[in-house]
């Protein structure tokens, strides 16, 4: 489904530009020979206290470890850290989810270091590596690791955290109540609410995209953001970004997890349509408060005639 996979391109387009120029801060200029603590130090003395992440940099044994810190000033969001030692801005990008946090609120920058030295002999191919901290609509603090060097999914699996607590969306399958309570779990994790504008299935990816109803970013303005799943492997559902406009929220525990499970086994084995040319499944708010579910399929005839099993509305419980 191309639309679906578009999606997908433009969440990680966006967050890998916010990434891409904190590790470009990290590694620019000359390497900063001051500690982690003292580069933390010195930003934040320009920048404030108020900030909505912090990295730490490990680029390997013989080079020094890097922070940057990413924040708002004077309407503009960027990422600063330590050039030819000065601070420095290292670029501006578009803003975040998140809101804006005293520095004393995220885990220490010893914390962080750490985080990002014991997953750099750990993993495999993963340099430089990265250790964030930021934050998120709802309040908390999420921390991850990523592996500057991996394209596709630069974030470490099982190393997530929000507010200490692992942060992890297991492998979902769309015919069981336990997937839909993950996801509702994840959302109000991340968000503080469970409204959710849409959940987007594509069978031949095998990935799930799940869109927040309306969130803010660390400007305060209203925006949507996406979280990545798949149903072959648990998934870290970070980092959040802004995304397009979203339509009606719903919750899923407002129609039940196991009413939704059942409803989605019931068209997967479905005798009245091709089950097989089934490409994508969405699930959106409906009219009257209902959840809206429809089921997208490469059968013409299927799509003419028989729309009927293709899609329905699940009222609240």
Known sequence: MDWQHHRVVVVRAAAGMAAAVTVAASLAGCTPTKSPKDQLAEITAVTGNQIFAMDVTVAGATKRDNVSVSTTRDGTTGSYALNDGKVASQGSFDPPVGVLMDVSAFPSIDTLTELAKTTHKEEDNCAP?????????????????ECNNRQDHPAVDGKATINGEPLLIPALDLTTAQSYTAIDQAVTQLFGTPNISDILYDVESRRIVISSGETINTQGEPCHASIGATTTQPTTPLPLTCSGMAGPPFAINDYGPDTIANT????????HIDVAAISG???????????????????????????QYLEGNIPKR
Do not use: Q, Y
């Open 129 to 145: 590596t990265t250790a964030r901290a930021a934050t998120t609509p709802s309040g908390a603090i999420a921390t991850w690791v």
């Open 264 to 271: 989605i086994t019931s068209l997967l084995t479905s005798p």
């Open 281 to 307: 499944i969405t699930f959106t708010g409906g009219d009257n408060g209902t959840l809206h579910w429809e089921a997208n399929s490469h059968n013409l005839a299927d799509r003419k005639d028989k729309k």
